[in-house]
Structures are given as structure tokens and as C-alpha cells.
């Protein structure tokens, strides 16, 4: 865009100047003799009207009977009327000065600025018309007013004035500025140039570095690349639980904060190398997406490496968790609808076996202490039980408390005998004469008495005849019988606690539940045309950008 230069006007303002000095007496014009007003037109006689012989209506009249003196315009006398008429007009400071150099180029003796203007309307000169000094230059640069007085012999005297063509003469301060507008459309057409030049440079580099990586990427995605078919899939990971769960645990039991260690230990196996292996073992991954009907950048090599298979594996198997919500979100890719399904529900089923496995192993886990514990209690309680039997054979006496019970009650009877016989024995010898045949058989039945009730106190706690007494056999019996008791006890609490770890596991139990069953899908949804080849475009213009700052910079860096 090219724009004009503006000229500031400076000293607008009219400029009141002091009244010029007295001129000195200007040279007579010298002109052609005449024919008519006298022998001196511009002196005439006291009789001269100033108009020759010609007459008027009014020259006799009343007005003319005294002769009355009239200043010619240029005179010296006419000066300070003429001055004072052009003070009056408010000439500019610009105009003044533009008379004063025109009064100096045309050798006129002026006195001030507004006798300069006075001097050169009297040559018949415009002091303020523009072309006057070009005017002068084209007339051979000889100074010749523009109208100036015309004295024609044989006239009627001086007739009005003749417009000549002025000389074309230069003008300093228009050259200057003729000069200065054509050096500035100069500098303006050589930055137009130079903008021309870097826009269609920027414009090549951008067609080579984004409008061509971005055209190319257009018709790979538009007429090259392979459709694809994603099914998609979502499956949740459910806990069993029991109604009377409590606390903590069955405060968060309902919620996806109990199964999302196993969701994300699930998704984390069916994006690992182990499921790619067991899906191009069992459904032929490898060989479906090396088939020839792919294109070229998005098939696979036969030969290609099995970091190469599993980079793709990755690649078309998308697996996310919504921990919100406690789904896993599953999309499977592939160039037929059908092998997208059969992709999909394989990735289900090592999804399921993942989770019984890992379901299985905590059940184990949580039953083997229960199991152990109660195979011990149970071993226990039986050597407690074999080792009470073996006393009792062993003393051949069935309960220790029993055979005490029978000895006790004999010593009672024999003690009950005793003390009627001793009585008995008692009255008789308080007779003056007993009977000596009844009391010697008393006498001997009171001993036998005695010596049974010895004995059976010596069968309680003296040695008998085995070495061991009933004392220390009952002794050793309630011990093993006391310890038979207590590994029943602990046999019942084992067994008490392997049925509470086996609802424990059982409540532990996951089970996989499909939410969304993979469909053959009827479009293609890969490759997005519009919105990759947009992707591709602003990564190449980031690009772009950064290495055209990146050379900005270092240049200025250079060049500082």
C-alpha cells in the first residue's frame, strides 16, 4: 500500500508587519512614443484628463473645472497606498516569502516582503501563481513578466495588459520535494518488492514442508489405506458377596473399589506379549495382518520380528479402564468384520480364565491354613483318644473313677459292718457273764473287717501288686482323658474355621460378566480421513514453525 506524503503547514497565521521606509524614486518605464495624451503620458499638463484627445460625457462637467493630481499604478507615490491595499488582503508568511524570492529572481529593488508583491504585480507578474518560475525556465531562463504593460505606437494610448507565456524558471523547494516523493516511492515499490518476494517464499516453503506432507497424507488416507473394522466390547469384573458383610469391608463391598485391582491386573494381561502369543496361536493374528489385500504401511512383514508383531498388537488393541464406573472398555480392530469378532470374544475368554485363576488361587490360599489346622487338631485328638486306651488296657481298668466309686463304696460297707460288729462286740462284754462261743467268731469277723478295709485303702494309694496305684492310674487317666477333651475342642474350632475360610473364599470368588457383546460392525471406522490428514497437517506446520523461530533465533544470535 502506497500512501501520499502530507505537507505540515507551518506560520499559518497573517503577519501584521510595520509600515515599509520611503522607496527611492523609481526609473521611468521606458516605452514607444505615442500619439494623443501629450508628449508625456505618465506627466501630463494641468489641462490633461489623463485620456488624450478622446472626449467623455463628464469631462466637462463640473467635476473637472480643477485640475486634480492621480498617482499611476508603480509609481512612487501610489506606493504606500498600494502597500497598505496588500496588507489588507492577509497574505500568508509562505506567500510573503514566496514574493520575496521572485522580487530577488526578477532583480526588483524591493523594500519589504509586501513591496516585493507590489513590484511584481506592477511588472504584471503573479507573485503567488505556482508554474511562474517553472514558467520562466522553459522561456530560456530569461526573467519576462507574465503580463506586463504593452505601449502600442499609433494607438490610443497604453491599452490593457497582454497575457504572455511566462518562462518555465526551477523552483528549489519543488525540486526538493519532488526529489523526496520519488525517493519514498522508490523505498515503498522496493519494500512492495521485497514483500512480494518473501510471501512467495514463504508460500513455497510452506507448499514443500506442509502442503505437500499434508496432500500426500490426503490421498494415502482417502484412496490408499486399508478400512478397518473395530468391534467393541465392555465387560465388568463382579465380586460375590455376602448379605452380612460388614464394616469397612461391606461398606466398599458394592462398589468398583473392591474389583479394580482385578480389572487392572486384567487389562494389564490382555495387553501384555503373553495374550498376543495365545491369539496368534489359537486365531492367526500374525497371518491376518500380514495378508496382501492390506496396504503396504499398514502390513506386516511375514518375516517380521515378534516385537514388530507385538508393537502392532498393541497398536489395534485398545483396553481401557473407567474406574468411576468399574468397566473395562475393549476395541479390537481388524481388516475383516468377523476376524474383529472372533479377536474380541477370544480376548474374553483369557480375560475369564485370567480371573478364575487369579480367583482360585486366593481361595487356595485362604483354605490351606484352615485345612492344615484342622488335619492337625484332628491327628492330635486321635493320639489323645489312642493314648487313653491304651491306659485303660494298660491298668485294665475302664474309668479310673468308677473303679474308685466301687472301692470307696466296699470301704463304706466294711466300715458299716465293722461298726455294728464292734457294737455288737461292745454289749457283750459289758455282760458280767458273755458268751465266749458268740464272742470269739465276732472277734475274728471285727479283724477280717479291718484287714479288708486295709486292703482296700492300700488298692487307693499304696503300690499293688503291678507296681502302680489306683491313684496314679486315675491320675494319668484324667490326664490323657483331660487332653482327649481339649484336642476335641480344638478338632471342632479347625473345623469351625475351614468352614468360615471356605464362605471367606467363596465369598471371594470373581466371575467375569459381559456388558456389551462384541457386533460385527457394517462400517469401516479406520481411517478417519478428514481428522488424521488435519492431525498430520498441524504437526507439520508445529513443525515448521519451530524450526523456522529455531533458525530466527540462532541467525539473530549470529548476526548481533
Do not use: C, W
Request: charged share 20%; aromatic share 6%; glycine share 6%.
Amino acid at each position: 500500500m502506497t500512501m501520499k506524503l502530507t505537507v505540515k503547514r507551518f506560520r499559518t497565521r497573517r503577519v501584521e508587519l510595520p509600515p515599509p521606509p520611503p522607496l527611492p524614486p523609481a526609473r521611468p518605464l521606458r516605452t514607444a512614443p505615442v500619439q494623443g495624451p501629450g508628449d508625456d503620458a505618465f506627466m501630463p499638463g494641468s489641462d490633461a484628463d489623463g485620456f488624450g484627445a478622446a472626449g467623455f460625457a463628464t469631462a466637462g462637467g463640473p467635476a473637472s473645472a480643477g485640475p486634480r493630481p492621480m498617482a499611476t499604478p508603480g509609481s512612487p507615490d501610489a506606493a504606500p497606498t498600494e502597500i497598505d491595499a496588500i496588507r489588507r488582503e492577509g497574505l500568508t508568511g509562505r506567500q510573503l516569502r514566496m514574493a520575496r524570492r521572485l522580487a530577488q529572481e526578477h532583480g526588483l529593488p524591493a523594500t519589504s516582503d509586501f513591496d516585493a508583491v507590489r513590484l511584481l504585480r506592477a511588472r504584471g507578474i503573479d507573485p503567488f501563481q505556482t508554474n511562474a518560475v517553472l514558467d520562466m525556465i522553459s522561456g530560456g531562463g530569461q526573467a519576462s513578466p507574465s503580463r506586463a504593460l504593452t505601449v502600442t505606437p499609433g494607438g490610443d494610448g497604453v491599452r490593457l495588459p497582454q497575457t504572455i507565456k511566462p518562462a518555465q524558471l526551477p523552483s528549489t523547494a519543488a525540486n526538493a520535494e519532488q526529489a523526496h516523493l520519488a525517493e519514498v516511492m522508490k523505498i515503498q515499490r522496493e519494500l512492495a518488492r521485497r514483500r512480494r518476494r518473501k510471501s512467495v517464499l514463504l508460500f513455497a516453503r510452506l507448499s514443500v514442508f506442509v502442503l505437500l506432507p499434508t496432500f500426500l497424507a490426503a490421498l494415502y488416507f482417502y484412496t490408499i489405506a486399508t478400512p478397518m473394522y473395530a468391534a467393541k466390547t465392555q465387560f465388568v469384573i463382579q465380586q460375590a458377596e455376602s448379605p452380612s458383610a460388614g464394616g469397612i469391608g461391606g461398606l466398599f463391598s458394592s462398589t468398583p473399589m473392591a474389583t479394580a485391582q482385578d480389572s487392572i491386573a486384567v487389562q494389564g494381561y490382555l495387553q501384555s506379549q503373553v495374550a498376543m502369543q495365545r491369539l496368534e496361536a489359537d486365531n492367526g493374528f500374525r497371518e491376518h495382518f500380514s495378508a496382501p489385500e492390506i496396504d503396504v504401511i499398514q502390513r506386516l512383514p511375514p518375516d517380521a520380528s515378534e516385537s514388530a508383531v507385538y508393537k502392532l498388537y498393541k497398536k489395534i488393541i485398545r483396553i481401557s479402564y473407567d474406574p468411576t464406573e468399574g468397566v473395562v472398555k475393549m476395541e479390537v480392530t481388524a481388516a475383516d468384520p468377523q476376524k474383529a469378532v472372533e479377536f474380541s470374544n477370544a480376548l474374553i475368554g483369557y480375560a475369564e480364565e485370567q480371573v478364575d485363576q487369579m480367583t482360585q488361587r486366593l481361595r487356595e490360599d485362604q483354605m490351606k491354613g484352615a485345612r492344615e489346622s484342622y488335619e492337625d487338631a484332628e491327628r492330635k485328638y486321635q493320639e489323645a483318644n489312642v493314648r487313653v486306651v491304651e491306659l485303660q488296657e494298660r491298668f485294665k481298668i475302664l474309668s479310673s473313677a468308677a473303679e474308685i466309686g466301687l472301692i470307696t463304696s466296699q470301704i463304706g460297707q466294711f466300715e458299716t459292718q465293722l461298726t455294728q460288729d464292734q457294737l455288737s462286740l461292745a454289749q457283750m462284754e459289758a455282760n458280767q457273764n458273755p458268751n465266749k462261743a458268740r464272742m470269739d467268731p465276732l472277734k475274728r469277723r471285727i479283724e477280717t473287717l479291718q484287714v479288708q478295709i486295709g486292703e482296700l485303702r492300700a488298692k487307693l494309694t499304696e503300690q499293688g501288686q503291678d507296681g502302680v496305684s489306683l491313684a496314679q492310674v486315675q491320675s494319668d487317666l484324667l490326664a490323657a482323658q483331660a487332653d482327649a477333651q481339649t484336642r476335641q475342642l480344638l478338632l471342632a474350632q479347625s473345623l469351625q474355621a475351614m468352614e468360615t475360610a471356605r464362605v471367606e473364599a467363596n465369598r471371594q470368588t470373581r466371575y467375569l460378566s459381559v456388558a456389551m457383546a462384541p457386533v460385527a460392525p457394517d462400517e469401516a471406522a479406520y481411517p478417519r480421513a478428514f481428522e488424521n490428514t488435519l492431525v498430520v497437517m498441524l504437526i507439520f506446520a508445529g513443525i515448521y514453525l519451530m524450526v523456522s523461530m529455531t533458525v530466527a533465533i540462532l541467525r539473530e544470535q549470529v548476526l548481533a
